[in-house]
C-alpha cells in the first residue's frame, strides 16, 4: 500500500527525516511512537504531499507520488487525514463540515454526499448531532466529526496525527474505540500516538522513530513489551513514568 525509501525532509538547518524507510502493507496499522521532534508528523505530511520531501522516494499502490509530475490532489483524494486539531469550520454544521470535500472536491452530487454524510456520521454515533456546530460538541465529538469526514471519502489510507492528545482524558477512549473499529474493518492506518496501552492493542507494527529514522520497528509485543534497543527502552520508561 505505501512504502517510502530513504526519506529525507529539512526545515532550514534542521535535518528531521534523515533516510528515513517504512513499508505498509494493505489492511495493516502501523503505530509511529517516539520523542517530540523525532519525526512522526513530518512523515505524515510528507506522506499527504504537505510537504515536500528533499530526497528519497514515496510509492503509494505502486505510483511514485514524490515525481514532481503528479497531480497531488489526485493523490490526497485516495488518502484520510485526521489532525491534532480538528479542522472543523466553526460556521457550518456537522452535516455540512462532513459534505464539503464530496461536493467541493469529489464533484459528488449534493443529494448523494449528504446520504453518505449522513451515514457515515451514523456510523461514529453522531448522526443526531447533524445539525449542531462545532463549538456545541464535546473534544471528543469533534475529533469523531473529523474522523467522518476523512472517512465520507472513502480513502484507501488514513493518517491520524496525534488524534487523541488534545483530548481531556475521559473523552479519549471513544475515539480510540473508533479506531479499533476501523482496524476490524480493514482500513490501513498510519498513526502517531503517545497512547502506548493503545499501540499494543492495535498495532499491526510498532515503529521508533529516533533522529529521523525509524530506530526500531516490529510487533507491539516485542517493541513495546521486550524491546531490543536500549534507545526505545530508555523512551518507554519515560512514556510510563
Known amino acids: ?49 504537505l510537504e515536500v520531501v528533499d530526497d528519497g522516494r514515496i510509492t503509494l ?35 455540512e463540515n462532513t459534505t464539503l470535500a464530496p461536493v467541493r472536491v469529489h464533484k459528488v452530487p449534493k443529494a448523494e454526499a449528504r446520504e453518505r454524510a449522513m451515514a457515515m456520521l451514523e456510523r461514529v454515533g453522531l448522526a443526531e448531532k447533524a445539525s449542531a456546530r462545532p463549538d456545541d460538541l464535546s473534544g471528543g465529538q469533534q475529533q469523531r466529526v473529523a474522523i467522518a469526514r476523512a472517512l465520507v471519502n472513502q480513502p484507501r489510507l488514513m493518517l491520524l496525527d496525534e ?43 510498532v515503529c521508533f522513530l529516533h533522529g529521523g529514522v525509524v530506530h ?7 517493541v513495546l513489551g521486550d524491546p531490543r534497543e536500549e534507545r526505545t527502552r530508555r523512551f518507554l520508561s519515560r512514556v510510563h513514568a
Do not use: W
Open 163 to 205: 488524534v487523541t492528545s488534545a483530548l481531556d482524558p475521559e473523552l479519549v477512549g471513544e475515539v480510540l474505540d473508533l479506531l479499533r473499529e476501523l482496524k476490524d474493518e480493514g482500513m490501513t492506518m498510519v498513526l502517531n500516538t503517545h497512547e502506548i496501552g493503545f499501540a499494543r492493542q492495535v498495532a499491526d507494527t
Open 216 to 222: 526500531e520497528e516490529g510487533p507491539p509485543e516485542q
Open 61 to 95: 499502490e505502486g505510483e511514485d507520488v514524490t515525481d514532481p509530475r503528479v497531480d497531488a490532489d489526485a493523490v490526497r483524494a485516495r488518502m484520510g487525514v485526521v489532525f491534532q486539531a480538528y479542522n472543523l469550520f466553526p460556521h457550518l454544521t456537522v452535516l
Open 1 to 49: 500500500m505505501l512504502q517510502l525509501e530513504g526519506v529525507r525532509k529539512s526545515f532550514g538547518d534542521t535535518e528531521v527525516l534523515r533516510g528515513l524507510d517504512l513499508t505498509v502493507r494493505e489492511g495493516q496499522v502501523v503505530v509511529l511512537i517516539g520523542a517530540s521532534g523525532s519525526g512522526k508528523s513530518t512523515l505524515l505530511r510528507c506522506v499527504n504531499l
